[in-house]
């Protein structure tokens, strides 16, 4: 099991970015995929995850709204399409996957993880 994380950037506030998350080695049906972020000095926390299995997606409430988590089947690869960026999201963005199906939104319940790929959000 694999994570290739990318798509980070620069951006000013109010605009859009989108991170992937390329998976290999398995299939993203039979996983719960989350993306979490870490920002200088502070804990890594939950951003958005998803089980597509059971139709489920969720979002922390600091994004809900702005950010959209969605996958392409054929690329075996996850999106974090993020809009309305703010200077606060800024932050190294990581993928994390686990085999179980439920999103819980502790890092230690995740056993597989990408790279990190930095966000910064400013003019």
């Known amino acids: 099991v694999q994570l290739q994380a990318s798509g980070g950037g620069l951006v000013q506030p109010g605009g859009s970015l989108r991170l992937s998350c390329a998976a290999s080695?398995?299939?993203?049906?039979?996983?719960?995929i989350a993306w979490f972020r870490q920002a200088p000095g502070k804990e890594r926390e939950f951003v958005a995850g998803?089980?597509?299995?059971?139709?489920?997606?969720y979002y922390a409430d600091s994004v809900k709204g702005r950010f959209t988590i969605y996958r392409d089947d054929a690329k075996n690869t996850v999106y974090l399409q993020m809009n309305s960026l703010k200077p606060e999201d800024t932050a190294v963005y990581f993928c994390?996957?686990?085999?179980?199906?439920?999103?819980?939104?502790?890092?230690?319940?995740?056993?597989?993880w990408g790279q990190g790929t930095l966000v910064t959000v400013s003019s």
């Open positions: 994390a996957a686990r085999i179980l199906r439920t999103i819980p939104t502790t890092r230690d319940q995740y056993g597989y």
């Open positions: 080695g398995f299939t993203l049906e039979d996983y719960a």
């Open positions: 998803a089980s597509w299995s059971g139709g489920v997606t």
